[in-house]
Structure formats: structure tokens, C-alpha cells
């Protein structure tokens, strides 16, 4: 059970296959190659590629992944590759941080620093966490898990992050953040573990909650929900595909490093508050980061398969409730915007609400600061 | 308007480089007993791709196709690839076949021969086409539009290939999925040129509308395309709102688009779930080779684009062009087993002067490709009296 250190070093032969990959991409075209109205923007991607072929140092990025103590753990057949970092000095609760698609636990490099020392970054140091940021079930280092049976496949997931966090670490309790499928299993440990599980930080709601029936809701409630309807109308066919027929989409973005960064890119873009130009929000070193997570480690089909596996036996409903405290920091131009305030009510035990003035999906990514302080602030409230 | 003889001829260099795509293609790991519950069965797809790498002939596909007469001419300043094949018959009737998504002016290669000669397949030489099987703007051999919105002109671009082009002054017109969108279009806004019109579904969209005079079988119907869109319409989703974001990795990974293809064969034939009793191993693969060597899977998405960002104006336009030329033009329904859609014959009434409406015991999407038979004695049999009030025009 005792956890084996882990440093990422991909072999030199998935980097040689890649560049040839990249050498010989076969381009797509649309009506206007510059916009990004027919989907990721060829004009954009091509720039993107050529970057990644002659500038982008995977190397140096690894090396810079591997400053992060990492190791792989045993559990029930599936070998959960995370982070761990020490709090410096007295740590005041350590926390399990959980990454959503497509990012990976990359997505929380900016943060980790400022939680596990935010003395040195004239914060108080006794606001120091144990930092736990595994890749989830599924995806990057960890990659495709065997559950026992395809019932409830985020319950089992979730399972295995609370054996990581007890039986592996020994941490009795602990706090859990995360958004996006991370914050589903954020809710689905305090659902299941109230007695590990000491709070819960989140960025959204779940998407399940939006299977409410909306007869119950008050007319900002329905006026929301109509608007996630839309959003997702008008950008969720990623999400729709993904969750009936994944094994029609992995083999291209599998098979093709353009494609799996178009299919990539586009969430990043929309999910961004940038304005429409996404390196305002994300480097190309960044972004080729968290892509090359996908592609080295050839995940981008079980990554996808958890929306289908969720689809076919859902993990969370609407009569599903988080009792353990709730900290909501919510950020405006996240996919449906900011929900009120008693919708969250409905499923959450909200006991901390932050309405952010800026940001969107990736706040680890895109608002590092905004996003460490909410997250400290209310488990300081919760310890206090 | 010249026509030009054209002849399909991928070069060396395309079908090189496709092998060393085939023979370096990551596949993700295949889940044992996955089938097709969750889109292509990855087992299939290894087979599919072997079968690619070490049976399938391109060569001899290509010869096969060029056995057809095909051409090539400008129309509204798009290159438009066809096969036009002569009818043996006293007196052939001109046919424009239109053809769909994901499949391509393949749809018809078994259809054509019973067409134009039926006298050589058990048929009455005098039900005998003359037929026109055009690739769609921004598939296969045609050329890809120069922006969006196109596919409402589409229906103008056939009726200029027929009658300038060709020299045809009145002919009929068949189609199913995008091409009896196309069909009715062409019926709408020519209505004086075209014969009759013979469609294998109602076109989706008018499912858009909800009268409130529905019958029982309509209601059914709208809720059964309702729940086929919740279910299985993510690749319309996808392909209608972000469509280049799919299509890179299918540009650039030839499993990737055939496991985005295939699906859909499978999904939509009268198969019972074993695509191969409908489609041989070759078949499939050359209907994805069509996509891949002309490199227009992309472009090949656009229809999806138009329809899903027509805005309000241009659906009152369209409903205008309904109102002016739906009536009179005699429309035929002919309607397979297994199709995903089952409009009832009010429905059809609704939007078509329907004078035959058939429902074919067998066949589903790809009825024309799968029943090529059935389908052919319906379009003889819509089509003959209609034959009767031709001939009684005076010629011009």
C-alpha cells in the first residue's frame, strides 16, 4: 500500500512518432480559416502546430512537472498516479484538489505553491494545506481504471480517492476542492465520507442539477436554467458526443495530435475570460502542457468514456445532498454563469458564496490568486 | 457552360501516405464485449482497419467506380462532379438522385443500372432514366463551397446543372436524408421544370414546426425524431455547431474518420446490429475513401452548420418559398422498414402533394444501397403515369 515515487519520462520513441505525426498533418478548412465560429479556428491551429513542432520543449516541461513530489499508489487494480506536497510548517488540513476534462492535475501547478506556502508569498503561514492533486480515474498518469462492476462508476471512483486519502496517506480528515467532474466527486466524498470529509470547495453546481424539475423553481432559478439550456445548446455538443458515442470520437483525436488539440483547444477558448483570444487566459506552453498529458499517455478515450460510463448509471441526481459545509466560489463567465444563490441551496450545504469578478472554467489556471484565497479563506472559516 | 468528362484518379502519393497512416494508427484500448452500445465496436474498427491495410483494393474500387460516366462543370461557380448514365428505353425520363451524409454518390451505384436499364434487370424498357447522380457541394469530387449558407442554394445549382447544362427542360428528382432536403428545395423554387419529386423521409426541419392540429401517428412520430435526436443526434450537434473542431483529427487520422463513418451505417441500416450483412468490408471503405482522398470531411459538415445557424429571416424565406411552391409538384413517399424517420402520410400531405406513398417491408437509411430493388420498382411505379402526362406536352 505504501505509495512509489513517480517521475514522468515519457520515452523518446511517443516523442519521435509525434513529430512525425505533426510533420505530416493533413489540414482542415472551413468557409473563413480565422474565426473560431466553425470551431477551433484552422488559422489558430496551424499557428498552435507549428509551434509545437519547433519551439515546445516537452522535456522542459516534464522537468518542470517533476519538481512536484509525485508517486503512484495500488488500489484495487488501479494505479492512482498524484501529487503530494507538504504544508511548510504546521499544515492545517490537508486537501485533496480534483481536476475536471480536459485539463488534467496540471491544472492546478499555479496554485499548489500558494496553498502549501503561502508565507512565502506574504500570506500567513498558518494557512498551509498537505497538498494531495491525483489524476483522476481515467485520465493522464493514472489512466483507464477496471471498476468492479459499470454501476455508479464516479461512486467508485470516488472510493478510490478516499482510500488514497486515508488508507494510503493516513489523513483521518481532509478538505476536498475542485470543479468541473472534479467537483461531482468533490460532492459525491462528502455524500459518501461526511465523517473524512471536513468541508468542500467548488467552482459550480454539477451538471446534474440541472434535471431539476423546473415547475419547483423560482423565476431566477428558470430564467438560469434556461440559460444552461442554451449554453448547452449552442456549445455542448462535445459533452452530447462524449457521452453517447465516445468510441466513434477516440480514435481520430487518438490517433492524431492536431485533432485531439482542435477538440482540446475549443473547450479552452470558450471556456476562458479572455475575450476570444485564448492566450489572454492561457499560454501555448500551457496549453501544449495539458494536451501533451492527453497524448503521451494515450487517454483521450478513457478520459471522454467517464461521460458515457456516468451517462449510463449517474453517480449524482437532484435528491442527492451535500451536508458537510459548502464554499461556493463562482466565476462569471464559467459555461452557465453565475447560478442564485438558493438553486445551489437545493443540493448544497452553501455556507461560504463568492461571486468572482472575473474568470472562468479553469480558475486554478486562470485566476490562481483569486481562486487560492477563496479556497483558503473558507477552510480557515471551517477550522476556525 | 462546358461539361467535362471526368475520370476518379487518387494519385500514388495519397494512397502511400495513407498506408503509413494505417500502418502507425494508435488505437485506443479496446474495452473486451464493448459492441456498439457506445459507437463504433472498437473490435470492428481493428478488423476494418486490417481489412484496409491487407484486402482492400483501391485500384480495383476505382475502376468500378469509373465503369460510370462521370463528368465535371461549373454551376453557380462550383465545380459539380456527376455521373450522367443514358437510359436504354424509348424514351428515358431525366432523374437527378441526390445523395446524403455520410454516404456520397455511392448511395446509388446499385440503384443506377436498374434505372436506366430496367429491360436488363426483369424490368419494362419503357420505365428506363436517364440519371443524373451528382456529388453535393463540399463532398466527394465537387468542390467545396467559398462560405456557409450554401445549402439552401443548392436545390438553384441542380436545376441549372439539369437544364442548362444538360439540356434537360423537365425532369424528376429523388433523394433521401440531405438530399431530400436538396429535393424539395428543387421542387420549391423550379417548380415548373420538375416532374415529380420521390423522397425517402419528409426532410427533418419541418419537424421544427409543431402544428397544433397533430394526429395521433404525427405526435408519435415528432416524439420518436424527438427522442432519435436526444439519443443518437450528438453527431448532428456536434457537426452544426463546432464542425471544424471534429474535423481536424478526421482530416488528419483515416481510423478516426472511418470510426466516425461507420457508425453511422451501422446504426441506421436494416442490419440488426451486424453492419456487415448490409455492407461488405470494401463497400464501407470505399464510401470513407471518397471522404478521405478528396479531403472534404469537413466541408462535408456544413449542411449541419447552415440548418443549425439558419437564423429567424431565413426560415421565413424558406416557409415563403413553401407557400409558392410546394402544391402542385407530384411527390411520391417511399418509406423503408428500418429508417430512423417514419413520417405518417398526413404529415407528408402537409408540406407535399402526395400522390404515392409506399412503405417498403425492408431497408433502413441507406434504403437505396441496401434494397436497391425495392426502391426501383417504387420510383418506376411513382413515375410511370406521371411518364403518360409528359409525353402529352407538346415539345419545345
Request: proline share 7%; hydrophobic share 40%.
Amino acid at each position: 500500500m505504501k505509495p512509489e515515487p513517480f517521475l514522468i519520462n515519457v520515452d523518446q520513441a511517443v516523442l519521435g512518432d509525434l513529430e512525425q505525426r505533426l510533420r505530416r498533418t493533413h489540414w482542415t478548412n472551413g468557409p473563413r480559416d480565422d474565426t473560431w465560429d466553425f470551431g477551433t479556428s484552422p488559422e489558430y491551429l496551424r499557428d498552435f502546430l507549428r509551434y509545437w513542432q519547433n519551439q515546445f520543449d516537452w522535456r522542459k516541461a516534464e522537468a518542470y512537472l517533476n519538481q512536484f513530489s509525485q508517486f503512484k499508489a495500488e488500489l484495487a487494480g488501479a494505479r492512482i498516479h498524484f501529487i503530494h506536497e507538504k504544508a511548510h510548517g504546521q499544515a492545517r488540513l490537508p486537501l485533496l484538489l480534483l481536476h475536471g476534462w480536459p485539463d488534467s492535475f496540471y491544472r492546478y501547478y499555479k496554485v499548489i505553491p500558494r496553498l502549501v506556502a503561502p508565507g512565502a508569498i506574504g500570506g500567513d503561514p498558518r494557512d498551509a494545506f498537505d497538498v494531495v492533486v491525483p489524476s483522476l480515474p481515467g485520465f493522464g498518469f493514472t489512466g483507464p481504471v477496471r471498476h468492479g462492476s459499470p454501476k455508479q462508476p464516479n461512486r467508485q471512483s470516488a472510493q478510490l480517492l478516499w482510500q488514497l486519502m486515508t488508507d494510503v496517506l493516513g489523513y483521518r480528515k481532509f478538505a476536498v476542492a475542485g470543479g468541473d467532474g472534479g467537483g461531482a466527486l468533490a460532492q459525491i466524498l462528502a455524500i459518501e465520507h461526511p465523517e473524512s470529509v471536513v468541508g468542500i470547495h467548488l467552482t459550480d453546481l454539477g451538471w446534474h442539477v440541472t434535471n431539476v424539475d423546473p415547475k419547483t423553481c423560482s423565476k431566477a432559478e428558470q430564467k438560469y436554467l434556461e440559460g444552461a439550456k442554451k449554453a448547452f445548446m449552442a456549445d455542448g455538443a462535445y459533452a452530447m458526443v462524449q457521452a453517447t458515442t465516445p468510441h466513434s470520437l477516440a480514435p481520430a483525436l487518438t490517433d492524431s495530435p492536431s485533432g485531439l488539440a482542435a477538440w482540446i483547444l475549443d473547450r479552452f477558448h470558450s471556456w476562458s475570460d479572455s475575450g476570444g483570444e485564448i492566450e489572454k487566459s492561457f499560454s501555448k506552453d500551457e496549453l501544449l502542457t495539458n494536451i501533451m498529458i492527453y497524448w503521451v499517455t494515450g487517454t483521450i478515450g478513457s478520459s471522454i468514456e467517464t461521460y458515457r460510463a456516468d451517462t449510463l448509471s449517474p453517480s449524482l441526481t437532484p435528491s442527492d445532498h451535500v451536508d458537510v459545509p459548502v464554499g461556493l466560489a463562482l466565476f462569471p463567465r464559467d459555461m452557465s454563469g453565475i447560478p442564485p444563490r438558493e438553486f445551489a441551496e437545493r443540493t448544497l450545504n452553501v455556507q461560504h458564496w463568492t461571486e468572482m469578478p472575473r474568470g472562468s472554467h479553469f480558475p486554478a489556471l486562470e485566476e490562481p490568486e483569486a481562486y487560492a484565497t477563496d479556497i483558503t479563506a473558507f477552510f480557515r472559516k471551517l477550522a476556525a | 457552360m462546358s461539361v467535362e468528362p471526368f475520370e476518379v484518379k487518387i494519385s500514388d502519393a495519397v494512397l502511400a501516405d495513407l498506408r503509413e497512416r494505417l500502418a502507425s494508427a494508435r488505437l485506443p484500448e479496446a474495452k473486451e464485449g464493448a459492441g456498439w452500445d457506445s459507437g463504433t465496436s472498437p473490435e470492428f474498427l481493428r478488423r476494418l482497419v486490417q481489412h484496409w491495410q491487407t484486402g482492400f483494393d483501391w485500384r480495383a474500387q476505382e475502376a468500378a467506380i469509373n465503369r460510370f460516366c462521370h463528368f465535371r462543370t461549373p454551376v453557380g461557380g462550383l465545380e459539380i462532379h456527376f455521373i450522367h448514365e443514358r437510359g436504354h428505353g424509348s424514351a428515358p425520363l431525366p432523374l437527378i438522385l441526390t445523395h446524403g451524409y455520410p454516404d456520397s454518390f455511392l448511395r446509388f451505384s446499385k440503384l443506377i443500372p436498374l434505372l436506366t436499364d430496367p429491360g436488363a434487370h426483369g424490368g419494362d424498357p419503357s420505365d428506363a432514366f436517364d440519371v443524373v447522380v451528382p456529388s453535393l457541394p463540399g463532398f466527394g469530387f465537387s468542390a467545396q463551397p467559398a462560405s456557409d449558407g450554401t445549402t439552401f442554394q443548392i436545390g438553384d445549382l441542380w436545376h441549372a446543372l439539369m437544364t442548362k447544362a444538360l439540356g434537360y427542360e423537365r425532369f424528376g428528382a429523388h433523394g433521401g436524408d440531405w438530399g431530400s432536403t436538396v429535393t424539395e428545395h428543387l421542387a420549391r423554387s423550379h417548380a415548373a421544370s420538375v416532374i415529380g419529386i420521390h423522397l425517402t423521409d419528409v426532410p427533418f426541419w419541418h419537424t421544427f414546426q409543431k402544428p397544433s392540429d397533430l394526429s395521433l401517428a404525427e405526435e408519435k412520430q415528432l416524439a420518436a425524431s424527438n427522442d432519435f435526436m436526444t439519443k443518437q443526434g450528438a453527431y448532428a450537434m456536434i457537426q452544426g455547431t463546432r464542425p471544424l473542431t471534429l474535423a481536424q483529427g478526421l482530416m488528419d487520422s483515416p481510423v478516426g474518420l472511418a470510426a466516425w463513418l461507420v457508425e453511422k451505417f451501422q446504426s441506421l441500416s436494416d442490419c440488426n446490429g451486424d453492419v456487415e450483412t448490409r455492407f461488405s468490408l470494401d463497400e464501407l471503405l470505399t464510401n470513407i475513401m471518397v471522404y478521405w482522398t478528396t479531403g472534404t470531411i469537413g466541408s462535408a459538415f456544413l449542411p449541419y452548420y447552415d440548418f443549425t445557424q439558419a437564423g429567424a429571416m431565413r426560415w421565413i424565406l424558406e416557409t415563403a418559398k413553401g407557400w409558392i411552391g410546394h402544391s402542385h409538384v407530384p411527390t411520391g413517399i417511399a418509406l423503408f422498414a428500418k429508417d430512423s424517420t417514419h413520417a405518417p402520410r398526413e404529415w407528408a400531405e402537409r408540406f407535399f402533394n402526395v400522390q404515392r406513398y409506399t412503405e417498403l417491408p425492408r431497408g433502413g437509411h441507406f434504403g437505396a444501397f441496401e434494397e436497391p430493388e425495392l426502391l426501383a420498382e417504387d420510383l418506376r411505379a411513382f413515375f410511370r403515369p406521371l411518364r403518360a402526362g409528359e409525353s402529352a406536352r407538346s415539345p419545345s
